[in-house]
């Protein structure tokens, strides 16, 4: 018993020393690079992962992917904690792909206060899109808060929605004509002459920039990015942490 117990001191002692002697994450970016081409130009960090002498790589498809110090094998997957049951890649994920939004161009999205005001929510949505509509009946009985709508069309899916946004954009009242049309189906009629829609091109730029692929996606206070549809209860209850 003895015996083992300086055994396995000597591979905790081992394992410590082997934990502080791995490479330079700058290293194993360069290594990725020339292995894995394909990545090269994705990779926007290599960290240390903290677990079993993994790194942690974040690309511009806002994934988090794992390596090997030899940059043998790729992972991609959740690495869960046994103990907590805590998803550690999701913790990560919030983190690095969390987008403040003040640093958003909130000039370009519609702005809606419903109550005080004081609690922010930024949606990206596409006129067409049915999630879309099913996340606007969920918001209808939020209220103090300040919803910024980046109009957001997904051309590929939504083959007319470019052109719905522009006869939006151009309503006199941007925020009433959203709400009609994709509550109630309704175009507006009215159209401002002088209208231009250079903004909803800079929108589609802000999307591809943040990698925003599908709609809605809904951006919080504290920089979490949800995508999808959240029942009211779920949007008042991330709202309220803020």
């Known amino acids: 018993m003895k015996n083992f117990k300086w055994l396995m001191l000597f591979v905790c002692t081992l394992w410590a020393n082997c934990a502080l002697a791995q490479a330079d994450p700058a290293e194993i970016k360069k290594l990725l690079q020339t292995r894995v081409p394909r990545l090269a130009g994705q990779i926007q960090s290599v960290t240390t992962a903290n677990v079993l002498g993994l790194y942690e790589i974040y690309t511009d498809e806002r994934q988090i992917l794992y390596t090997d110090e030899g940059v043998n094998f790729i992972f991609a997957g959740d690495i869960i904690e046994a103990k907590t049951l805590k998803n550690l890649t999701d913790a990560r994920m919030k983190v690095l792909g969390a987008i403040k939004i003040d640093a958003l161009p909130l000039e370009l999205a519609m702005k809606k206060v419903k109550g005080n005001g004081k609690r922010r929510l930024v949606v990206f949505s596409d006129p067409d899109c049915p999630y879309c509509r099913k996340l606007e009946k969920e918001l209808v009985n939020i209220t ?67 990698r925003i692929n599908g709609t809605p996606t809904l951006i919080f206070a504290d920089g979490s990015v949800v995508p999808g549809v959240m029942p009211a209860n779920d949007i008042e209850q991330a709202l309220g942490a803020h």
Not at 155 to 173: F, K, T
Not at 181 to 201: A, G
């Open 144 to 210: 103090d808060v300040t919803v910024y709508t980046f109009v957001y069309p997904i051309a590929s899916l939504h083959p007319q929605a470019p052109e719905h946004s522009r006869q939006i954009w151009c309503a006199p009242d941007r925020v009433k004509a959203w709400e009609n049309y994709i509550t109630r189906n309704m175009l507006p009629t009215e159209k401002n002459q002088k209208c231009v829609t250079t903004e909803l091109d800079s929108v589609q730029a802000l999307g591809a920039k943040y």
